[in-house]
């Protein structure tokens, strides 16, 4: 594991190829990198160098509940933080479901910082905004207030992170409950705020103000219907929709390996998207 410390955390981090432009790829939930190694190899194979990084409080980085900021925006700014360490801005910038939403929160608080977006499993709708407080706050607020730290590290997710970086317990367990309890509820309301549709907390005039070279991917679950990706590209100007040959499923959610079948196409489609926005850039 290659960690680099961001704002006192560190993040775990690993880069695909040795020559070619930069790409930053995010992985959806709460999830660490693992399931875009695959993926990121073949973006590499085509020319490009490649950043999967486990954002704080997934994977093997460091867990940190706290912050003013919504927990989204801390993992965007630290991702600019972990590019520039790398020498790596401007990059293209993507990812599936809540790493589609950071890829776009990342060019709004950074727009120097992105030279295109890939978005794919665009997150929106009612489904969504019913399912996902809870899986990605609540539950753990309800853990803690029922039996403090260690119920918060018993659960399934946190077990996870306390396996691939046993310090996370130490640091956990030295929190006040009170304290995670009010971080978490802050981010849940950080996280509910805004519209549920076409994305999810993102609005209209957001995504009307993308202007960097846009390539959405829709999803086809409940949580990513293809309708999200649809609606999201017709409100970012210029943007390129692509639709892989599958048909939306009346299922929660289908993890990003079911579209293993498809991760040729979808990296041929994203490198050739790349490539032209190189073609396209000043000096070339």
Known sequence: ???????????????????????????????????????????????????????RNTGASDVLIEGEQGEEELWAD????????????????GGTSSGARLSMLVYLRHPEAVKALLLMRVTGGAFAAGRLPGMYYGQFIEAAEKGGMAAVCATEQYQERIKANPGNRERLMAMDPKK?????????????????????????????SIKVPTIIVPGNDNTHASSNGVEAAKLIEGSILHRLPIEDLDVPLLPFTEWAPHEAEL?????????SVEAKSPGR
Do not use: S
Not at 20 to 41: D, H, I, K, N, S
């Open 78 to 93: 630290d991702l600019v933080l972990l590019l520039k360490h790398l020498n790596a801005l401007p990059a293209f910038v």
């Open 1 to 55: 594991m290659t960690y680099q410390n961001i704002r006192g955390v560190n993040i775990n981090y690993e880069v695909f190829g040795d020559t070619g432009p930069w790409v930053a790829l995010v992985t959806g939930g709460r999830r660490g990198y693992a399931e875009f190694l695959a993926f990121a190899r073949k973006i590499a194979d085509k020319g490009f160098r490649v950043l999967l990084h486990d954002r």
């Open 267 to 275: 990296a041929r489609v994203l490198t050739d998207f790349m490539k």
């Open 180 to 208: 995670y309890i009010a971080v978490m509820r802050h981010w849940l309301d950080k996280f509910q705020q805004g519209p549920r549709a076409p994305v999810l907390g993102m609005t209209e005039e957001a995504l009307r």
